[in-house]
């Protein structure tokens, strides 16, 4: 192992080849994390007032059936709530890949479903997510 002498000068091909090694790997992971073809699965977490949970999940209903009609890119959509805390709903959203989110964001009927629901919402968190498996009964 060669020894490390800070008075001596340091090879300027060392530090440009592990510059391009890391610019590579970073590419290379985003490219994997984002790949337009592969489809994209998102969960929204979403703290509802109490008080407006029935307008928010008519709210709710209006935009999935709209986006599922309309945009052949939603593939899916799931929505749960806590059985123990109703106002706490889940959904599972699915993608054709993430050109298909990026369209649905733009859509009018989604617009109308982010304002409608704007001072109903007390909290959003989004996270985007790898499907692992998935099981089915047929013809479900």
Known sequence: MPNFNPSKPINKSIIITVFAVLIAAT???SIKQSNPKEPMYRIAKIKVD???LDQYNAALKEQMTTAIAQEPGVLSYQAVANKKEPSEITILECYANTDAYKAHIETAHFKKYKETVK???TSLELQDVNLICAAKQPNQ
């Open 27 to 29: 590419l290379a992971f």
């Open 119 to 121: 001072n109903m919402v």
């Open 50 to 52: 109490p008080a407006q």
